[in-house]
């Protein structure tokens, strides 16, 4: 959730800065939406203007000089169009401003989208998916109001009180002065409620974002305070908490709120200085003003408080400042990664040369951004696999076996060679060497969407193929218990589903169009025994012309293998047939004996 | 529907008098405003007039209203600044007290009913409930009061001077009272409604393609995936477009309808001053009131939108709440002293489904070592959320020291059981805290020792200094431990919390074999006179055990 990323500690007012600076740039492909905001804004300010004049002349002349109101039909009416104009006026500026914010989220989103491909799945899976999509989801909805309300109310907050000051000096430059001498202000206050209101918002939401977070960490982990019997304490606790939270930041707050009292005050105190200064001009008590008459001072009294109006209007936007600022923070985050590097060429794959898998002195580096990093992941490995061989690849966690396959996936950069088919990786294009590939990971994807979107995964095969992929997958029954077959609708991550059913849709996915390498990452390790025997069943079936290179953990997968490459801390210790590694190489005894004893291999 | 917002606003009881005032505090800021342009306007008109003679504006006592004038803009100002705070105050307080109360009420709902909020987003999604229901009060309760209060004095005011005219803005301020929330609520309800469901779909498609940004890339259906999440947004965007159109026709009401109103009373009014029944300062006062009087009527749309919402959310926790919930008595029925544990003839079932467990009858002496043995899965879990009463069984009984175990008070039966749970929940909070969680008065010297025997010294490692070990902050913003780690700190909590019965789940889990033989030595030799039931489905730490029992398809049999 968004409100646990918000950011715990103050973001520094350079960084601050830098992020306003970016979010504004982000608006030039919007600007015109932008301006026929503005435009709308001020249009209303113009006519309320016109309106508060009419309206004044009308009272005048009703009260002063005995004028029927049926002789003022027509100003009547004219106050009425004034009326739906602004309506008009007020509609159009909503509504330029929303598509204002709907492009600049459309745009943001796209980078974000793009970024996160290019960074590519090793780069994405550093993260939880939901951390990542909470960016571009979430905070990237969090702009909408900056854009669509806050950045068209600066403009207004200082064109309108320019616009009725030019009104207000003809008609008395008494109040002229009364409202250019607070004026001057006027930025002052911008600053000054910026700043405190932003600080009073970002406390206050600070606060009850760690009150959550707080509130949401006992509650994950309730049934251990259960059984240690610390529940009452907690629940004190979080009322300590609570309590401690609303003292701290009443006692912000209470500043805060001043910076924006003092504006109220202002806009108060100069209806009531316009009102007495008239009142006693009239009564001939002052005479330094000139002449003024009813319509000046109710004019001028309808316009005082539209002075500060859209000032204070800007106040209540600033909310959606801070919560873009904040979000741009965690935005440019993302925008601000290099690309991951991966070798990548433009030559086909040699059609015609079986495809053989070889590597000589591949060592991968750590870290996917920059080469700075010289810890190994994987360190002067050399292998030669067939087509047609089942590779098992072995070793500890950590020991460089996921590395080893999304390097030949063409997930990482490398040195050494890859040579596909003779030909190196590096002048590959990947497009044409990932056609020639199938994977399977540990943990089932299921997306939204029916079985059939599950197994096509948008690659343009018919019904009838996904049949079969799923019957080789020996997926069939699943069909039994959803109510339309094919086009039945799976719930999020999967969840009408049991992970080993998930797991054979993974697998007739992976087989609907078939490869000439299948690339397993333990696809049994999280399945159940009875799933485990149906996916194993599937793979034993696959096509002997088809390379299989499979990452386990499991001593029963191992015996049918051709070749068992066997890896710790980056390095290849073992590699050969399981029988010739069980009778000379000590690693693999080592291994098979500390790996024993598990009854799932059973 | 509204006697789930009636569930909690009970709950608002406890602060009746800080939201009281706070409601009061806006109400006076309403007329103190509404006041200082009725009562300006007044005055100018009455000034303008009296101006006219020499003789009239002599006598014409400007003390009064100026000093009125001035007394309700420093009013307005201040009774504002009152307001916010007392209202923010309130809804901090409010806060805590549906939290406290929301835990409390949780505490006691059964693991199996808890389990299916535990999934996924569905709690972050009840804390946001909990701060949707606190946002009552500020933004529908306290709006709604406000205005018809302020319609009702106004009218009154008025009435003073013409009852035609405090007629007609009572009729037009209800009416506004009434229509708008009702038109905006009806209006945007579906889109609100649809709007919401996109949005997640919407989050379900980005997720979806991230995590499976490595079979895009394989099987080269990027674009096909983009597309989709393309078209989602759009989807989105054109909800959000209608709603945004709609808050804007609001804003536009607003305008054109204030505007209105106040030329209504303008032309209803002069007719009356016309024919004498009140004085020209008066309509001017009457226009400027109904002008300013929309203030208090602002709010409203905005609210009722909100309401919709926040119902949806109370209706969401009274579901949780009201879930069945674990009873134990007050008194206990016995002590577990020497932990002699049996299970006869249980069967249950987690759902639907098949039995997990099936007439299971199972005998562990008082003081004996026992493993459980099976293959994931094979519902050996079942047995330890049924001895600590996470689950009942449908069928037979669970006793320690031949009591059932339902007999034991919550106290009694915790204190007598320490459990190593599979998962381990790492608080948010200094490696102080997780520890004390065991034993709350345990000195530093203590957590320091079983710190060491647990091994979680080693997260010391990549911190500077071994001083400040148990000030280390863990969890969320803090030190993330590791699958080994986890396993590490869940047995140094056991060690802290000696009892007649232990129980293992899955001790060994992430933890190589040196470390998971080292650490079970402690545990043995702390544990020593306790039952353990330990829960595996590895064979490895069998040869300490005295007996090891094999669990298959909810069927129980003696391997040792």
């Known amino acids: ?602 | 529907m509204m006697r789930d917002l009636w569930f909690f606003l009970k709950l608002y009881r406890q602060h009746l008098g800080l939201l009281a005032l706070g409601i009061l505090l806006a109400i006076v800021t309403l007329l103190a405003s509404l006041s200082l342009l009725s009562l300006s306007g007044w005055f100018i008109s009455a000034t303008a007039i009296a101006g006219l003679t020499v003789v009239t504006a002599q006598t014409f006592n400007f003390f009064t209203p100026g000093a009125g004038v001035r007394g309700f803009s420093i009013l307005r100002t201040a009774a504002r600044y009152a307001e916010r705070l007392v209202s923010h105050d309130a809804t901090f307080r409010l806060l805590s007290g549906l939290r406290c109360w929301f835990f409390d009420k949780v505490v006691p709902v059964s693991r199996e009913h808890l389990g299916y909020y535990r999934k996924g987003e569905l709690l972050d999604r009840l804390v946001a409930d909990i701060d949707a229901l606190d946002q009552l009060y500020l933004r529908l309760l306290s709006p709604l009061i406000a205005a018809v209060t302020v319609t009702l004095l106004l009218s009154l005011f008025l009435s003073f001077f013409s009852t035609t005219v405090a007629l007609l803005v009572l009729t037009i301020m209800t009416l506004w009272i009434i229509a708008m929330p009702l038109i905006f609520y009806v209006a945007g309800k579906k889109t609100g409604e649809s709007m919401g469901i996109k949005q997640s779909v919407l989050r379900q498609q980005v997720l979806d393609y991230l995590q499976g940004m490595t079979e895009q890339q394989i099987y080269g259906s990027d674009d096909a995936s983009r597309d989709q999440v393309r078209l989602m947004e759009r989807g989105l965007i054109d909800d959000q477009s209608r709603m945004s159109s709609l808050e804007g026709l609001g804003s536009a009401l607003f305008v054109t309808g204030s505007g209105l109103a106040s030329l209504l009373v303008l032309f209803i009014a002069s007719g009356e001053m016309a024919q004498g029944v009140f004085s020209g300062p008066v309509m001017v006062m009457m226009v400027f009131g109904v002008l300013a009087s929309f203030e208090a009527l602002m709010p409203l749309p905005m609210a009722f939108q909100f309401l919709s919402h926040t119902r949806h959310a109370a209706g969401r926790l009274r579901q949780v709440v009201s879930t069945p919930v674990v009873s134990f008595p007050e008194k206990t029925g016995g002590v577990i002293t020497k932990g002699d544990v049996r299970f006869s003839g249980v069967t249950c079932h987690y759902g639907s489904a098949l039995p997990v467990l099936q007439e299971l009858s199972l005998t562990i002496p008082a003081g004996s070592h026992t493993a459980i043995l099976g293959k994931t899965g094979s519902g050996k879990s079942t047995l330890i959320t049924l001895l600590t009463r996470g689950l009942e069984a449908e069928a037979g009984t669970v006793s320690i020291d031949g009591i059932n175990i339902n007999g034991f008070s919550e106290h009694e039966l915790y204190r007598g059981i320490t459990v190593v749970p599979q998962k381990t929940d790492v608080f948010n909070a200094t490696l102080r805290e997780n520890l004390q969680l065991a034993a709350p008065d345990a000195s530093d010297d203590m957590l320091m020792a079983v710190i060491q025997r647990s091994g979680l010294h080693q997260i010391a490692m990549t911190e500077s200094a071994n001083a400040g070990l148990l000030d280390i902050w863990l969890g969320q913003g803090g030190v993330a431990l590791s699958g080994g780690e986890q396993r590490r700190l869940a047995i140094a909590r056991a060690l802290l919390k000696p009892a007649p019965v232990l129980i293992l789940d899955e001790p060994g889990e992430g933890l190589d074999i040196h470390s998971e033989k080292a650490l079970m030595e402690e545990v043995l030799q702390s544990f020593e006179g306790s039952t353990i039931i330990m829960i595996t489905h590895k064979t490895t730490l069998l040869e300490k055990m005295d007996s090891v029992y094999f669990l298959d398809s909810g069927n129980c049999s003696v391997m040792k």
């Open chain 1, 1 to 602: 959730m968004s409100q646990h990323s918000a950011s715990e500690s103050p973001l520094g007012q350079s960084t601050q800065k830098q992020n306003y600076r970016w979010l504004v740039q982000q608006t030039a492909a919007s600007r015109y939406w932008l301006l026929f905001s503005m435009l709308f804004g001020m249009l209303n300010g113009v006519l309320l203007i016109l309106q508060a004049s009419l309206m004044a002349g009308m009272i005048h002349q009703m009260v002063m000089e005995g004028v029927h109101r049926d002789q003022l039909i027509s100003d009547f009416l004219w106050v009425l169009l004034l009326l739906v104009l602004r309506g008009v006026c007020v509609w159009s500026k909503e509504f330029f401003g929303f598509r204002a914010g709907a492009a600049v989220r459309i745009a943001i989103r796209k980078q974000l989208l793009d970024k996160l491909r290019n960074l590519g799945p090793l780069a994405v899976a550093e993260r939880p998916a939901g951390s990542w999509s909470a960016i571009v989801v979430e905070q990237v909805e969090e702009l909408q109001e900056f854009v669509a309300k806050y950045l068209p109310q600066m403009v207004l907050a200082v064109m309108i009180p320019i616009i009725i000051l030019m009104v207000a000096f003809p008609q008395s430059w008494v109040v002229g002065i009364v409202f250019l001498g607070t004026a001057p202000l006027i930025p002052v206050f911008m600053v000054f409620v910026g700043m405190k209101a932003a600080e009073a918002n970002r406390r206050n939401f600070q606060a009850l974002a760690r009150l959550g977070g707080f509130f949401l960490d006992r509650l994950q982990g309730l049934e251990t305070l259960k059984l240690f019997q610390r529940t009452r304490f907690t629940s004190e606790q979080l009322s300590d908490a609570s309590e401690d939270f609303r003292v701290k930041t009443m006692q912000v707050l209470r500043l805060a709120f001043l910076s924006s009292t003092v504006l109220e005050f202002f806009a108060s105190i100069s209806i009531a200085v316009v009102a007495v200064f008239l009142g006693m001009t009239f009564l001939g008590h002052i005479t330094f003003g000139g002449e003024v008459s009813l319509y000046t001072g109710l004019f001028l009294l309808l316009l005082a408080p539209e002075y500060y109006q859209p000032l204070r209007e800007l106040g209540t936007f600033y909310h959606a400042k801070a919560k873009a600022v904040g979000a741009a923070e965690d935005i440019l985050a993302v925008l601000s990664r290099e690309d991951t590097k991966v070798h990548s060429g433009d030559m086909a794959v040699p059609a015609k040369q079986p495809l053989t898998i070889v590597a000589r002195g591949l060592c991968v580096k750590a870290g996917l951004e920059t080469q700075q990093s010289q810890s190994l992941l994987l360190n002067d490995v050399s292998f030669n696999l067939q087509p047609g061989q089942k590779v098992g690849i072995i070793g500890s966690s950590g020991a460089g076996k996921t590395t080893l396959i999304n390097t030949l996936m063409g997930f990482r950069n490398y040195e050494g060679d890859i040579d596909i088919a003779g030909q190196p990786l590096a002048m590959t294009e990947l497009a044409s060497w990932r056609a020639e590939i199938a994977w399977l990971g540990q943990l089932p994807l299921i997306i939204h969407g029916s079985v059939y979107d599950n197994i096509a995964f948008g690659r343009s095969v018919t019904k009838d193929q996904c049949y079969q992929a799923l019957a080789k997958a020996q997926g069939l029954d699943i069909l039994k218990s959803l109510p339309n077959g094919m086009a039945s609708p799976l719930k999020e991550q999967g969840g009408n589903l049991s992970v080993g059913q998930a797991q054979r849709i993974a697998l007739a996915r992976a087989l609907v169009i078939p490869a000439k390498v299948l690339i397993l990452d333990e696809p049994t390790a999280s399945l159940d025994a009875a799933s485990e025997t149906l996916v194993l069943d599937a793979l034993n079936a696959i096509p002997d012309d088809c390379t299989v290179i499979t990452i386990t953990h499991r001593l029963n997968q191992l015996q049918g293998m051709d070749q068992i490459l066997m890896l710790e801390k980056g390095r290849l210790v073992a590699s050969g047939s399981p029988e010739s590694l069980l009778k000379e190489n000590v690693h693999y005894q080592q291994f098979l004996s500390a790996h024993s004893g598990s009854l799932d291999d059973a």
